[in-house]
């Protein structure tokens, strides 16, 4: 098992560039998720998928994000334009169908937005 | 929506036992899970609190009073390694992200030698 694997670990882009971040889940998993982290406001949700569909993207800030699951081993979140504030670890987690099953994290990206 | 609190800064010796609480506000409350996240790393699963009561996992117990919307993390016996971000998380029943974890703000446990 070789976990949720994101990439790239590291981005660092200029203000209004687009950025493209990868993530792939646990096969088997059908829950995928993708979290952003700052100091300021922790751990947030964003955007979660339930076998690849979208199920609720209310955690997305603003048009400026989307994210897909064209299948079930692969979810992007893209960010166009970019901008300062977006500046920080976003994490992809999956999981099993089972509501008590624990979360696996990713190891992050750590964007950088200059 | 719901909100949790947990202290923001904990510090111990190796070898001592250390408590972390997290109390909760939500609506149709389904567990209470803990998660340990050392800097730079991903978030780790630990433990999970679904019924009232004690959960044993080596050195590592977690505690859930639905009544009290209260829960803890005790760790024993300290180890320089359990330096790191403790998060509890609940999972709630709310609409849109039913039954998915929202996480309180984390706990940074420092431990001294």
């Known amino acids: 098992d070789a976990g949720v694997i994101q990439s790239p670990r590291h981005e660092v882009t200029e203000m209004g560039q687009e950025v493209t971040l990868r993530c792939k889940p646990i096969s088997g998993h059908d829950y995928l998720f993708w979290y952003r982290q700052t100091m300021m406001r922790g751990l947030e949700l964003l955007i979660y998928f339930n076998n690849n569909v979208p199920i609720d993207d209310s955690g997305m800030p603003e048009d400026r994000f989307s994210a897909k699951m064209p299948n079930a081993s692969f979810s992007t979140l893209k960010i166009q334009p970019s901008e300062p504030r977006d500046s920080a670890v976003y994490f992809c987690?999956?999981?099993?169908?089972?509501?008590?099953?624990?979360?696996?994290f990713g190891n992050g990206t750590r964007l950088t937005v200059t | 929506g719901q909100s949790l609190e947990q202290p923001s800064e904990v510090t111990a010796v190796e070898g001592a036992i250390v408590q972390i609480n997290c109390t909760y506000q939500?609506?149709?409350?389904?567990?209470l899970s803990w998660y340990q996240q050392h800097d730079g790393g991903a978030p780790t699963f630990l433990s999970y609190n679904a019924l009232d009561g004690l959960e044993e996992t080596g050195r590592f117990s977690s505690f859930l009073s639905r009544s009290d919307s209260y829960g803890y993390l005790l760790l024993q016996e300290l180890q320089m390694k359990d330096s790191a971000s403790y998060f509890c998380?609940?999972?709630?029943?709310?609409?849109?992200?039913?039954?998915?974890?929202?996480f309180g703000s984390g706990t940074q446990l420092t431990v001294l030698p």
């Open positions: 987690a999956s999981r099993s169908g089972q509501g008590s099953s624990p979360l696996h």
């Open positions: 939500t609506s149709g409350f389904y567990g």
């Open positions: 998380a609940v999972r709630d029943g709310t609409s849109g992200s039913a039954r998915q974890l929202t």
